[in-house]
């Protein structure tokens, strides 16, 4: 009996899993489940962390209340508010030329000024320009002076700061001639002109219209010289309505005039001469045609005109091509203000502005026609500006009382529209797509349009597509079903050597070995494109037309080696008559010397309008192809070969031929794994930088000549991020098109896989 | 069918060896080094069913897949004899591989139907003759489906995938494929080994009615399917012929020890 149990309890033991096997067991399958957890974390990781990169792209600004400040009791006498670029020193600048500053940081308390303009002028009038920070003064006697209101920051010993008004005076200049006073005068300087222009009240009660421009001795240093009257002119006749305000331009190149009835008067400073430009109505399509306001925008060529209705347009300065100059068009309508805007404050940074109304104040950016913030206040807004820096905003309110706003708004020019949508640009004819992130001066507006980049990418990737799925798949077809065994186990290891050459390889023999190779020679490769598969056709015909018994003499899957010196010494042939077929077909006249010429670089863009690089993408298509090739290849030949034997047996005693069967059998049934294939391929062609790097331009266009360049998205990471400053707006901008780059990939995976698992149900074989 | 191989096969139509419709002859058949088949003789009469049985590995299906040259896709495959169908070699260089397997049909061992609708699968080997005329398909489908004891199982859905009907159609639809080729014979490679009883039955019956019109050549590992189908049995042994003769005489009188051991279920 004890020795029946103890024989049953060994079985048991027998039977059982041992310890060490169950725990392996149980650690692996925790580690595998784990692991695989860490990846999906890992890769949705990266996403939420380009998503955050990108999020701040489309945020509006925050605007939040940093300190208040009485800074007068009167506020009527009050002509303008401005800060400094730090933003510890307001300034009040008042009707009488005196400038009173409010210390926020330090403990100097008010800083009275004085009066800016010396005496023994009386003040007649005084205009104050916020974008170049110029304070214009006219007098009783038809005289003007201008002051620079600036800043000048001290350091002490520890590096503390403090700020201190900096103000320079002009000397005064005659504007009327004739001792008229001065009702209004603005004056603006840049580096060519100098000019002011003003209204003057003539002894019987007329008023007059009249600019002079100044002149600089230019000094040896590049300091400036003394400053001199220059040309006097007259406006009066030019102008036959009741004149509403007068612009100018803060570099002094024109001057726009506002008359009553709604007519803007534009007059250009060109040449030593002041001429009646344009006469516009920037709100001539409304019932109400009045103008409420007008000013420059940074830059000189913009003008944001407000109307009576709060609406809000911007005409900027454009060739005209039917008038052959530059002329002011409507660019861009922004929505209309709730409150009928009474003041209006650019910034200096950007292209944005301030309009306030009432109680109602809207920050908006010009370049992509959004409102960036806007708020009512409880407070009645009497003045506003925007920091130096884009980071600060204040208002002056009915009692004097400053406030002063900190303004977060990073990417003003970033929004969906900008990424996406036609703009129109400073000095662009019409809304475009333009990327263009950096320019050579302060007041260039990053251009950050992702449509040539997309563009650029599926450019690059359809090219090298036409090119590399053929090849690849009928490879992979006559490699599979065709090719002799003995072959076929070397063709594949090969391939896959291929794939394995690095793609800056490949770049950097595109770019200078393929692109000058082909430069003069496209004829030649045009030749061999159409030569190569008509002597294949003729060849096959010829074989057709054998006897059966000479066919048989070549056992199945080796007839390549007949085909191939046919198709090299074709290739030789058509590579050779290149230039020949050049001389016939691509003769043009050379515009330079007049001469009749055949060179097919002159002849494409006469003939076909577009342009003609060596880096092109022809080029790009041909190397990219390279890398694409292998890996369509490998996935189709895999897929290919894994039809199952008995379909192709099946369809082969039946009496179909090898082409047949692969066409009508093989192909449909591997027809997913081929979708995979190519839908593989046109991931790697997309996401592939190097090559497009270096064979190309990287000219962001927007066609698909072939002939051309392009960028793409990835190759704009690389080109684009050195000139990046962490979290600035190009920064975040390139992560948007990685961003881009990834949902395109998305995008066409989804698809691909749809269409695969619809193939797959339809095909699947009984294997 | 290939017109040169009419006439020639109207020239041999007169020789004594005619009457035997196959005729192997000292067929050897290697794939690279191993011998598969060692010096085989055999001939079969038209119209008859033959049936080849052996252990597994004996050659029986590497000879089968001979006569329609199917074991070439294997490119180690050689072989030295003859096997000629009608008097003409089908290895005589005028002779199309192609024309040879529309003269000889296959089943095989699983059914491998198309991807591709039950009507297609049927009137594939017409389709790839060149042949698109509706009415000849339609016709030629409703035959061979007739013929293959198929069609009021499936007339009704011609449209559907092959793969919509269970294992035992499908082989009737492969069989189906077969016969709307019209080939003179049909070699069939263990048709029944992957279906149930109730399936095997009727394709036993269908080859009884194939066998007025067509020659059947029949690879089984079921005695008793042997004896009930096939008019003689060939029974190999490591790739040699052990035996062959009317099939009553293989199971009831056979005359050498191996072929007894073997259909009495001694060995195999």
């Known amino acids: ?767 | 069918m290939n017109p040169q191989w009419q006439n020639r096969a109207a020239s041999r139509r007169r020789d004594p060896r005619g009457r035997d419709y196959i005729s192997v002859k000292d067929y050897c058949f290697w794939f690279g080094q191993a011998q598969v088949l060692k010096g085989l003789n055999l001939d079969m009469q038209k119209g008859s069913v033959t049936a080849f049985i052996g252990p597994s590995g004996c050659g029986k299906s590497t000879l089968l897949r001979s006569f329609n040259r199917l074991n070439e896709l294997n490119p180690q495959a050689r072989h030295r004899g003859d096997i000629a169908i009608e008097g003409l070699s089908i290895y005589d260089p005028a002779v199309e591989v192609i024309s040879l397997r529309k003269r000889v049909g296959m089943v095989f061992q699983k059914s491998n139907p198309f991807p591709k609708s039950i009507y297609e699968n049927v009137v594939y080997s017409l389709r790839v003759a060149g042949e698109n005329n509706k009415s000849i398909l339609d016709e030629v489908a409703e035959n061979s489906l007739r013929s293959a004891a198929l069609w009021e199982e499936v007339k009704d859905r011609l449209g559907e995938s092959a793969f919509s009907l269970s294992l035992g159609q499908m082989q009737r639809l492969c069989i189906a494929r077969a016969i709307a080729n019209e080939p003179e014979v049909i070699l069939m490679d263990e048709p029944c080994s992957a279906l149930d009883p109730i399936a095997t039955a009727k394709i036993e019956e269908l080859i009884h009615e194939l066998k007025v019109k067509y020659t059947i050549i029949i690879v089984t590992h079921n005695m008793q399917q042997a004896a009930r189908v096939s008019d003689s049995t060939a029974f190999f042994y490591t790739g040699n012929l052990i035996e062959y003769n009317k099939t009553q005489e293989i199971f009831l009188n056979p005359q050498n020890d191996k072929t007894e051991a073997y259909v009495s279920g001694r060995s195999g």
């Open chain 1, 1 to 767: 009996m004890k020795n029946q149990s103890q024989s049953h309890h060994r079985t048991l033991e027998r039977f059982q899993v041992s310890r060490r096997i169950g725990w392996f067991d149980r650690f692996m399958n925790h580690f595998i489940v784990v692991g695989g957890l860490m990846v999906i974390a890992a890769v949705m990781g990266i996403f939420v962390f380009i998503f955050l990169q990108v999020a701040p792209l489309f945020h509006g600004a925050e605007v939040k209340l940093l300190s208040r400040h009485k800074l007068t009791d009167t506020v009527d006498s009050v002509v303008a508010v401005d800060l400094d670029e730090w933003g510890e020193l307001p300034v009040l600048i008042q009707k009488d030329g005196s400038l009173r500053y409010r210390d926020l940081k330090g403990d100097r308390g008010i800083i009275e000024n004085g009066q800016v303009f010396q005496a023994g002028e009386t003040l007649s009038s005084i205009h104050y320009n916020s974008l170049n920070r110029l304070l214009v003064a006219g007098s009783n006697s038809g005289r003007f002076a201008y002051a620079k209101v600036g800043y000048r920051p001290e350091y002490d010993s520890l590096s503390v700061r403090t700020v201190h008004p900096d103000v320079t005076r002009s000397d005064w200049f005659d504007l009327s001639g004739k001792g008229e006073r001065i009702l209004f005068v603005d004056y603006g300087e840049g580096d060519s002109n100098k000019l002011a222009v003003g209204i003057c009240l003539d002894s019987e009660g007329n008023r007059h219209v009249r600019a002079v421009s100044l002149e600089q001795d230019l000094s040896l240093f590049g300091e400036g010289g003394k400053i001199s009257l220059g040309a006097r002119f007259d406006l009066t006749e030019a102008i036959d309505q009741a004149i509403q305000q007068i612009d100018v331009a803060p570099d002094g190149g024109l001057v726009l005039i506002v008359a009553e009835n709604g007519e803007v008067f534009v007059f250009f400073n060109q040449g030593g001469k002041l001429e009646l430009g344009q006469r516009f109505e920037p709100f001539g399509d409304l019932p109400d045609r009045r103008v409420g306001g007008a000013d420059f925008l940074l830059g000189d060529t913009s003008a944001v005109f407000t109307g009576w209705e709060g609406e809000n347009r911007v005409y900027s300065l454009s060739l005209d091509r039917d008038k052959g100059k530059r002329l002011y068009a409507r660019t861009k309508e922004f929505e209309p203000m709730p409150e009928l805007p009474e003041g209006y404050f650019p910034g200096v940074r950007n292209n944005s502005f301030l309009l306030v109304g009432n109680h109602h104040a809207s920050l908006r950016f010009s370049t992509t026609e959004s409102i960036r913030w806007q708020r009512n206040f409880e407070f009645e807004i009497i003045r506003g500006l925007i920091g130096e820096k884009y980071d600060r905003l204040g208002f002056l309110d009915r009692t004097g009382t400053f406030h002063l706003f900190h303004l977060r708004d990073p990417h003003p020019q970033a929004g969906l529209r900008a990424f996406l949508g036609k703009v129109r640009y400073e000095g662009q004819a019409e809304p475009d797509y333009v990327w263009q992130s950096t320019g050579g001066t302060d007041d260039f507006e990053p251009k950050l349009s992702l449509v040539p980049l997309i563009i650029g990418s599926l450019k690059g990737t359809l090219y090298a597509m036409l090119f590399a799925a053929p090849i690849a798949l009928l490879g992979a077809l006559y490699t599979s079903q065709f090719l002799h065994p003995k072959w076929r186990d070397h063709v594949k290891p090969t391939m896959e050597i291929m794939a394995s050459l690095p793609s800056v390889v490949l770049g950097f023999m595109a770019a200078l070995w393929l692109a000058p190779l082909l430069d003069t020679r496209v004829p030649s490769l045009l030749l061999v494109l159409l030569g190569v598969p008509c002597a294949t056709l003729a060849c096959n015909w010829c074989w057709g037309q054998l006897p059966h018994r000479v066919r048989t003499s070549i056992p199945a899957g080796l007839e390549f080696l007949l085909l191939s010196p046919i198709i090299l010494i074709t290739c030789i042939l058509c590579w050779k008559a290149g230039p020949l077929a050049e001389e016939i077909l691509f003769v043009v006249t050379n515009p330079e010397t007049g001469e009749r010429v055949a060179d097919f670089r002159l002849w494409w863009p006469e003939f076909t309008g577009a342009t003609y690089t060596q880096r092109n993408s022809l080029v790009v298509g041909f190397m990219m192809g390279f890398a694409v090739i292998p890996v369509i290849f490998s996935i189709a030949e895999d897929s290919l070969s894994n039809v199952p034997k008995s379909l192709r047996s099946g369809s082969l005693a039946l009496g179909a031929s090898r082409w047949q069967t692969a066409v009508n059998i093989v192909l449909p049934t591997a027809s997913p794994g081929i979708i995979s294939a190519l839908l593989i391929g046109i991931s790697r062609a997309l996401g592939e930088t190097m090559i497009v790097v270096m064979a190309t331009g990287n000219t962001p266009l927007k066609d698909f000549n072939i002939f051309s360049g392009m960028r793409a998205l990835s190759a704009n990471i690389v080109v684009e991020f050195p000139q990046a400053p962490f979290q600035g707006t190009l920064y975040r901008t390139l992560f948007l098109g990685a961003l881009t780059l990834f949902i395109m990939t998305f995008i066409i995976n989804t698809m691909a896989e749809v269409l695969r698992q619809h193939l797959r149900n339809r095909y699947k074989a009984v294997r």
